[in-house]
């Protein structure tokens, strides 16, 4: 079965985003970029909320053409324009495009039926929202966090209304010289 994984930037105190969504506090270079784009190839789905799909969808599909373009950009562009993506909205209609599926209700059940379908990870990016929702329903399988060296004291929390523990196995961290940590987690109350 595909598994879904959580990648997400949060501050040391468990926050995804300043109180109005703010995130110019999220640490990124070059170093972070290469791991993240050789990680990414682990998966063939992208799964998003309707605001992170609506920004990504308004930069990746052109972001190799811009002049300047990094070799991040320019990756991640191609990256983007060949995954499948599955968005999680109870208002977005999209018609005549192949590769994106939207999810509006019965959260659990499409959810899982798209994990029995072939193929690789389902690499959730941000959307906190969405996050929440399948936290609640235990449906995320594995957590990629990328911790970064900054306590914000407020915003939106990662971890929000949880019902009850999730146990999770740890498989690895990393250290950026930057200063953000990764922390890989597998979710052991499934």
């Known amino acids: 079965m595909r598994k879904i994984i959580s990648f997400m930037h949060i501050s040391l105190d468990g926050y995804v985003a300043g109180p109005n969504g703010e995130m110019n506090w999220i640490k990124v270079d070059d170093e972070i970029f290469d791991h993240v784009g050789n990680r990414i190839s682990?998966?063939?789905t992208a799964?998003?909320?309707?605001?992170?799909?609506?920004?990504?969808?308004?930069?990746w599909?052109?972001?190799?053409?811009?002049?300047?373009?990094?070799?991040?950009?320019?990756e991640h562009s191609k990256w983007y324009s060949k995954v499948r993506k599955v968005v999680l909205s109870k208002t977005m209609k999209v018609e005549g495009t192949?590769?994106?599926?939207?999810?509006?209700d019965n959260l659990t059940e499409r959810i899982n039926e798209i994990k029995q379908q072939k193929g690789k990870d389902?690499?959730?990016?941000?959307?906190?929202?969405?996050?929440?929702?399948?936290?609640?329903?235990?449906?995320i399988d594995g957590y990629w966090l990328f911790v970064n060296p900054i306590i914000?004291?407020?915003?939106?929390?990662?971890?929000?209304?949880?019902k009850e523990a999730i146990?999770?196995?740890h498989m690895n961290t990393r250290q950026f010289a930057c200063g953000v940590t990764e922390l890989n987690y597998l979710n052991d109350s499934q």
């Open 167 to 169: 146990k999770l196995r």
């Open 47 to 59: 799964l998003y909320g309707r605001i992170t799909f609506q920004m990504m969808e308004n930069y």
């Open 152 to 162: 914000l004291g407020r915003g939106i929390p990662l971890f929000a209304e949880i």
């Open 122 to 139: 389902i690499l959730l990016f941000g959307s906190p929202t969405a996050t929440h929702s399948l936290i609640q329903l235990n449906l």
């Open 42 to 44: 682990e998966g063939d």
């Open 98 to 104: 192949a590769n994106i599926k939207i999810i509006s």
């Open 61 to 74: 599909p052109t972001a190799a053409n811009n002049p300047g373009a990094s070799k991040h950009d320019i």
